[in-house]
C-alpha cells in the first residue's frame, strides 16, 4: 500500500510539472495585447506620416502671349487681366506666396511670340523658376487672315492657315520646354469675339471649334501640357440673345468688342483655374 502511495504521489508531482511548464510556454508564447496595441499604434502612425505631402513655399506664375495675357480690356481697378485674377485665386486656394511674371504683348501671332521667347533674357531668367506656365496665342494669327481675306474667307483658307499655325505652335511649345522642362503648361484656346461682325461669314463657327481642336491635339503631344478652352465662354444661348436685342456682348471690351472687359477675365481666370486645380499635384507639391 506504501508503495502504491508512493507511486501515486510521483504521479501527481510529474503531472505538476508538466502542466506547469505547458502553462508557462503558452502565457510566453501567446501575444500580448499591449505590444499588439503598441506596434499597431506606430503603423497607424507610420502611415499617417507617409501621408504627410510637403507643398512649396513659393509659387511662380510665368504667362507668356499676346494682349490676353497682357490684360487688354480689363478694368483699371484689377488689370492684368486673367494673370493677375490666377495669381490671387492660387494664393487664397492654397495659402502659399503667389508671384507672377506678365511676358503678354499685345498684338503679337505665333511667329512673334516665338521670338521674344528666344530672345528675351529676362523670360529666359524666369521660365526655368516657374512652377506654372499658361500661354495665349492664336486669336491675332485667325485675325490676320481675317484682315486679308474679309468676307471672302472660307472654310479652305481657315485650314490651310491652321496646318501652318499647328506646325509654329508646336514649335513654340518645344521653346518654352527647352527652358524648362516639367512645369505644366496650360494653353489657353482662342474664343470667337466675332457673333456679331462674322454672323455672314459661312463655316465660321466650325472654323473657331476645328481651330482649338487642332490645338488641343498639338498640346497633348508635349508633356504636362493642358489646354484650356474657352471658345464657348462669351456664345452661351443666353449671351446670344441679348447680343441679338442689344448689339453688343455684355462679357467684351466696349472699347474694341474683340478683348474681354473685367467680367469677362472672370470667366477665363475661372476656366484656367479650374484646370490649374485639377493638376495642381504637378506644380504645387515639391
Known sequence: MKKKSVWITLIVVI???????????FIQSK?????????KTEKVVEKKKKKVITKKSEINIVAIGDSLTQGVGDSKSIGGGYVTRLKKKVT????????????????DTSNQIMTRIQNDKKMHKDLPKADIITVTVGGNDFMHLLKRKGID?????????????DERLKQLLSDIRSYNSNSPIYL?????????????????????INWNKASAQVASTVNVTYFVDINNLYTSKRTMKKIKKDGVNPYLYNGDHFHPNATGYDM??????????????EWLIK
Open 15 to 25: 503531472l505538476v510539472v508538466i502542466g506547469g511548464g505547458l502553462s508557462y510556454y
Open 188 to 208: 489657353i484656346g482662342i474664343y470667337n469675339p466675332f457673333s456679331i461682325y462674322l454672323s455672314n461669314v459661312k463655316d465660321a463657327k466650325t472654323a473657331f
Open 153 to 165: 474667307l472660307t472654310a479652305s483658307d481657315i485650314s490651310n492657315e491652321q496646318t501652318q499655325f
Open 31 to 39: 501575444p500580448n495585447s499591449t505590444t499588439i496595441n503598441t506596434a
Open 92 to 107: 487664397d486656394k492654397y495659402k502659399v506666396k503667389t508671384n507672377a511674371y506678365n511676358y503678354g504683348v499685345s498684338g
Open 268 to 281: 477665363m481666370t475661372a476656366k484656367v483655374f479650374e484646370e490649374v486645380s485639377k493638376t495642381s499635384k
